[in-house]
């Protein structure tokens, strides 16, 4: 272990708690990967802090000792955002997980990064109230908000970047600032909170959040549409929206996918395009709601449509589409999920699943897809064998396959599982000029690149000169 590192422990140990500072090796292990394929790498040091004092101090210490930092929410990241790459202090948010403050009157509530979106929407029920982004995994909500999560809900209530009002971010040198305020809406200066979510801890580490709240809608229903084709179910999902029925989520799942929900999920769902679907309203509104919308399906040849207004068979429906990526991983034992999105615009999409679509089948491994289709995004989830280098490449020659599709249409390389590792490469073709600025940003909030360094923006680390 070179001597900065020994050093900047020693002044870790100094400054927090025994308990807050670990090279445990499991501790160690469980920071050096995330959901992905990517090689994991072990950090030199994990640190648990209290408060943003704390976070404050550490980046010091690493900015003395020229030493990386890379924020850890609970590892649920998918493109190998909190891997190290370097001598690395992985900071984990999990003991500030703290609700700090609900101003329900003002439908914002205040949080630490560590609290996961379950704990924040159980302190909300007492409020009737609930927080909408949901990703999917339990995920924290500093770890949300650094990837700019979205999720199914994301149709009707947007995604992090629309739901964050304010941040405490601690920056490369130690400084901590508010990016907003509590206002609902603002014309001065630069707009901050856009700049630092979506940043993947390469710009500062977020230590508090004010997010917005709503109120419980009065009626959920949810609906399960079976057609023959993709085609038939994407312009069915286009003509609902040009129709402006309300929806709050629009999940697309194939043939495929819909053979793995019914073996795991112990349902018996028509295996054809499906969509699900989901309303938020009064009663009385939603009767109309779900009306309009079954008759526009059936104008796109909707072989059946199912209506769940009981909250279990509801709850049934969506821990079916949630549980989909698990679905795989139970029928493909000794294999690993990888799992990539991209986005498009709406128009473009049914023609980039059948893409996909044939481009998994002649990669001749298991997989399947879905999405968040009333936005674009779709996913793809592939069982790759990672002791098998062929299959390896493979499933990174479709990557780049779907990326490229997407790019060419307008789209982007991902729509709400962030750059880190995997889709560092496509920044400069999506963003061309633009990625420029980024990387000069990147340079004058965190010039000696310890920040997460090599994620988004390549950055050439420095060696420790302490």
Not at 8 to 28: M, P, R, W, Y
Not at 378 to 399: P, W
Request: charged share 25%.
């Amino acid at each position: 272990m070179k001597e900065a590192v020994k050093n900047a422990i020693a002044d870790l140990k100094d400054l927090l708690h025994e308990s807050q500072v670990s090279d445990n090796a499991t501790i160690l292990a469980q920071h050096s990967k995330d959901e992905s394929y990517h090689t994991p790498k072990l950090p030199d040091i994990v640190v648990f802090p209290e408060n943003t004092e704390e976070v404050s101090e550490i980046i010091k210490i690493a900015d003395n000792y020229q030493i990386s930092v890379i924020p850890f929410g609970l590892g649920s990241s998918l493109e190998g955002h909190v891997i190290p790459i370097d001598q690395t202090i992985t900071i984990d948010f999990s003991l500030m997980n703290k609700v700090l403050e609900v101003r329900e009157k003002d439908f914002l509530i205040k949080v630490q990064p560590g609290i996961t979106r379950s704990q924040l929407n159980q302190e909300l029920k007492k409020y009737g109230m609930f927080f909408p982004v949901d990703p999917g995994a339990d995920a924290t909500i500093g770890g949300m908000a650094a990837t700019n999560a979205s999720g199914t809900l994301s149709l009707k209530y947007g995604i992090m970047r629309d739901n964050v009002v304010d941040m405490e971010v601690v920056t490369a040198d130690g400084t901590i600032i508010h990016t907003g305020s509590l206002a609902a809406k603002s014309s001065s200066g630069y707009h901050l909170n856009g700049i630092f979510i979506g940043s993947e801890g390469t710009l500062g580490c977020i230590t508090e959040l004010t997010l917005k709240i709503y109120g419980i809608p009065e009626k959920i229903s949810a609906a399960r549409a079976s057609f023959t084709t993709i085609d038939d179910a994407i312009e069915a999902v286009v003509a609902v929206l040009q129709a402006g029925v309300p929806i709050a989520r629009m999940e697309i799942i194939d043939e495929v996918s819909m053979k793995q929900v019914n073996r795991f999920s112990d349902t018996n769902y028509k295996e054809v395009p499906t969509i699900f679907l989901e309303f938020h309203g009064n009663e009385a509104g939603l009767k109309e709601d779900l009306a309009f919308t079954e008759e526009i399906m059936k104008d796109f040849n909707c072989v059946k449509i199912d209506f769940e207004t009981e909250t279990a068979a509801r709850n049934q429906l969506w821990e079916a589409r949630h549980n989909l990526a698990y679905a795989y991983v139970h029928d493909y034992p000794g294999r690993k999920l990888m799992v990539t999105d991209v986005c498009l615009p709406i128009s473009e999409l049914a023609q980039a699943i059948h893409h996909a679509r044939e481009a998994l089948n002649n990669l001749g491994l298991p997989g399947g897809i879905t999405g968040h289709v009333g936005d674009g995004n779709y996913h793809i989830l592939l069982m790759i064998n990672m002791d098998d280098q062929n299959e390896v490449e493979k499933a990174k020659e479709l990557n780049e396959q779907i990326v490229k599709y997407a790019l060419a249409r307008g789209g982007t390389c991902t729509g709400e599982h962030g750059v880190g590792f995997g889709k560092q490469k496509y920044q400069l073709e999506e963003h061309g000029e633009a990625f420029h600025v980024m990387e000069k940003i990147k340079a004058a909030l965190d010039p000696k690149a310890l920040l997460n360094p090599n994620k988004i923006v390549k950055t050439k680390h420095k060696e420790s000169v302490k």
